[in-house]
């Protein structure tokens, strides 16, 4: 099963470079920008509006307050990156451009959809290290949890946002 998930997100990424890299970008920056805000407002805030954890058998480290600072980032830049592409009218337009086409709230819609779908590839990929009984995936990147956790929340949304590029 993770090679066909490898697979499928590997051929989503070619995909999405066809159509073109402000596409891609706009993609893989909806992940990062998601797991770093995640980071950061679990870190500042986790524990303090809700009971905290997200999944503690899972990942103990994750708060609802991490995932509401993920999504609240991700709608950020999502405003942000569409209001770029209309001003320097790029020729290849980002996810967010696509997905405004079709008006806000299938914007707002779409990138929360893609930015939880990226926090359940993190909590499946803990899930299945806490399975394996290990603490990170490989030893390539010390400190960082393996490269799996590089990767994790990009299996998910890449095909899931060709999807809705497709839709």
Known sequence: MGIAVLWLAWLAA????MIGANFLLSILGLVWVADISAYFS???LGGRFTTGKLAPSISPGKTWEGVWGGLAGV?????????VDSQWALSVPSI??????????M???GVVFLAAMSVVGDLLESLVKRSA???DSSGLLPGHGGVLDRLDALLPAMPLAMMLFAY
């Open 42 to 44: 679990g870190r500042r």
């Open 96 to 105: 967010y451009t696509h997905l405004s086409q079709r008006g806000l709230p």
């Open 133 to 135: 009984g290990v603490k």
């Open 107 to 109: 914007l707002i819609v």
């Open 75 to 83: 709608l950020m830049v999502a405003l942000l990156w569409r209001w």
């Open 14 to 17: 070619a995909q999405a470079r």
